[in-house]
């Protein structure tokens, strides 16, 4: 930790001579209460992914912690009073985050490190990712970045020690640890086949509900000033008699025009295909070669149920000829 400097102690209200300010100091509770905090916090010791490297970079030699009074970090929420979320949290994870948050005794911190804790990141939106640790726990400093670097860590620290200085022992709404009576746990969110939020939960239990009678639930409702114009609309639509096309020409002359002209077209054009074209001189025989066909199979078939008499003289004969022809 470092040397302790009077100077940051003093208030502008009281001045104190030069020459005697580095041995007495006037302030009050409240800054020396809050310097004194500021000066030690200890961190949460856990990482959720890569940005957690940084953290653990941030804690080492080159970087030095210490020099924040920081350097002790407890791997027990009882002793702690910063948690420092470093990486993606997914919704399986986010159950015992909240859980050791509501294990930290007051006044405690919250610092979101890098872009997943801070919003989703790379994986926002993901099926299996909290967008933001912020909608479960009440977050004091964000710290941009994928990952941030030890500098962006260590100005996220120094933003949560302004902080901190500037709380006051009087003001209840900067400090509402102090206020009457112990303060409420945050809700740990439910896993499920998707993360619940315990703050819905009369929501959530209402949409359980309807959906058990089986009626519709969850559906948003549209404004009725958004279904005023959709309405007449629709009316139209709603007339089966006319086709669309023809509501259409109907209610358009010029396209009733261009469409008679364009069957008059089409008719012409047929009149004059089958004027020249050979085809239909030969469909005619194709369809009596047709008959002529089917007639002589049904003059073939015998008149009882249609299956044809084996008949061996016949058959023989047709073999003999077949052999005299081969030579
Ligand atoms: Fe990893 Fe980037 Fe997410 Fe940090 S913000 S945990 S570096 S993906």
Redesign the pocket.
């Known amino acids: 930790m470092a040397e302790l400097d009077l100077r940051e102690l003093h208030t502008t209200e009281f001045p104190v001579p030069d020459e005697i300010q580095g041995n007495v100091a006037i302030t009050s509770l409240s800054k020396i209460y809050n310097w004194s905090r500021r000066s030690s916090i200890f961190p949460l010791l856990f990482g959720?992914?890569?940005?957690?490297?940084?953290m653990i970079a941030t804690a080492a030699s080159r970087y030095d912690l210490s020099r924040f009074g920081m350097e002790v970090m407890r791997a027990s929420p009882r002793q702690s009073d910063l948690m420092i979320v470093?990486?993606?949290v997914t919704k399986k994870m986010v159950v015992p985050i909240v859980r050791l948050y509501n294990q930290m005794p007051e006044p405690k911190y919250v610092l979101a490190?890098?872009?997943?804790?801070?919003g989703g990141?790379?994986?926002k939106e993901g099926y299996n990712v909290v967008s933001g640790i912020d909608m479960y726990l009440p977050v004091d400093v964000y710290v941009p970045?994928?990952?941030?670097t030890p500098q962006a860590l260590l100005h996220g620290l120094i933003a949560l020690q302004k902080k901190i200085d500037g709380q006051s022992l009087a003001n209840l709404d900067d400090v509402p640890w102090y206020g009457v009576g112990p303060a409420e746990p945050t809700p740990i969110p439910i896993l499920g086949p998707d993360i619940i939020d315990p703050r819905q939960m009369d929501l959530i239990r209402r949409q359980a509900e309807l959906a058990a009678l089986g009626k519709p639930y969850g559906v948003r409702e549209i404004p009725a000033a958004a279904l005023k114009p959709v309405a007449p609309a629709l009316a139209p639509k709603a007339k089966p008699a006319i086709s669309a096309p023809a509501a259409a020409v109907a209610d358009d002359p010029e396209k009733a025009a261009r469409l008679a002209k364009r069957d008059a077209a089409l008719a012409r054009k047929r009149g004059t295909e089958s004027g020249t074209d050979a085809p239909t001189e030969a469909a005619p025989t194709a369809l009596d070669l047709a008959e002529a066909a089917v007639a002589a199979a049904s003059a073939e078939q015998p008149a009882n149920g249609g299956k044809k008499k084996f008949d061996k003289q016949a058959m023989l004969e047709q073999i003999r000829q077949r052999r005299s022809q081969k030579g």
């Open positions: 959720l992914a890569c940005c957690a490297i940084e470093s990486g993606t490190m890098g872009a997943c804790a801070s990141g790379p994986f970045g994928c990952p941030p």
